[in-house]
């Protein structure tokens, strides 16, 4: 077992240093190569969101929108949100002769037109400006705000006491004063409301809807195709160190040049890439479902938290690992176990914290560096392959301490494995000892009964010899009998002869 645990610690090592290779690579190839060529993260992430779009700076807003964001900074100008039809509107309206707030007739000199949710009110809502886009043209405020909706024909008092203001606060301070009915006055503010709210919610929600699938598509195709090169490139490079290794190592092959030695390895580095052509097919899949995934977890972050381009980058960067490492762990492969499968999940979770960590610190490093004047025109290369060293090794030996750990586990398991086994096998002994002293016990009586029955065999080969001369003897004394019968009946004969005769002797001698 010690020499089992000796070897299994030595393939651990040796399978550190092979991981240590694989990982530097692909982080080298990766998060801190492709990503740092291929995408320009930006703070907020792709498309803008109301949050951000609040923020009085236009850091964290995307590139379209920073003319809306400026244009709803300018101090308000009635003339830039004036209608040029706006007389005629009036004209019709107070052609009607009748007061929108106090339901009273009025002579058409005497009113206004009023904008019920007035046209400061919208110039300075920051949502207005992001849905209608106002940066490139202010027609779509125009329109929404002098449409019929928001329009109300009343006295020119009450329009001129309100001026900018809020219609609530008119009816508060002279509601009174100029009999205002509070129905209709609620009734033109929750159409005007309602009619705002629905053309601004409308746009935004298509904006907003339009950009995500663009930028998600966008993400999608770049991050598929980051995962499919960063793979085939992961396989040509491990190809050519351990092909050129074994070059170095073992020199070139009798009978070959150097050419030929170099020419055919390289194919063999080919060949392989190629082999792995249908897995970038499934990580180029996985990964445009991650860079679509991400370019929409950023937006919804976004409406409610600000983040930083590296955050950006870090949740594009980790919500394929984190979607690899929950794969594992809750639907493993038929080859692995749970325990396994939980071991691979954990080791990619590690990475994945790692990366991120490396992802935070990369700006930090770059600005570090960017300090040492004769490193300073280098800073953005060499920080992504001193992050990427780094998180490589940091994620190895972290994933070496990890298999470590499992090991023990199972070795701990294991030894209590074996004393359960040593226990029962003793058990088993015991067990063993008792069913042969059985055994034994059975052999003698099986013994003899043997003995017994070749006794009882003697036995009744003596009863079956002393049956037949029972038989004999039981004839003999038949014939003896039947002889004695005669001589009997012979002798009670001459008995009876001897008698007559006697008879006869004394007769004679009593005539004599």
Known sequence: MNQSLADQKQQRMQKLFDDCQQQVISQIIGPFGLSTAMFEDRNGGNVSTLHNFSRKDADYIADKDVASHKQSRKDYDREEYSSPTFTKQSQEYRAKGKDGYTGKDVAPEDMDLDHVTSLKTISKSKKVHLALETGESLERVKNMANSEENLVATHKSINRSK??????????????????????????????????????????????????????????????????????????????????????????????????????????????????????????????ISGFMSNLQTFLINN??????????????????????FKMIFFPPKRMTGDQALQEGLKILTTVVVTSVGLLLNETVATFIATVPFLKPFADLITPVLIGIMTGLLSAFLAYQIDCLFDRYRHSLSAKLMDELLDDAKRRDEFANELASLSESSLDNIENYSKSITLYQSIGVTLGSAGLAQNATLASLKTTVAETGEQVTKSFTMIDFIKTSQSEIEDFLKTI
Do not use: W
């Open 304 to 325: 409610f938290l600000s983040t930083a381009k590296r955050f950006v980058t870090m949740i594009r960067e980790c919500l394929l690992g984190l979607f690899r490492a």
């Open 163 to 288: 001026r900018d203001g809020n219609l609530d606060e008119l009816v508060q301070r002279q509601g009174e004063k100029y009999e205002l009915n509070p129905e209709l006055v609620a009734q033109a503010k929750q159409t005007s409301e309602k009619h705002i709210a629905s053309t601004v919610n409308t746009a935004l929600m298509k904006k907003q809807s339009m950009e995500l699938l663009q930028t998600g598509g966008k993400q999608a195709a770049m991050m598929g195709m980051r995962q499919a090169l960063g793979l085939l490139l992961t396989e040509l490079v491990n190809g050519l160190f351990n092909e050129f290794k074994v070059l170095i190592q073992q020199g070139v092959a009798a009978g070959k040049t150097l050419f030929e030695e170099i020419r055919q390895r390289l194919a063999r580095i080919i060949e392989s890439v190629v082999k792995k052509i249908p897995d970038a097919v499934g990580q180029m899949f996985q990964g445009g």
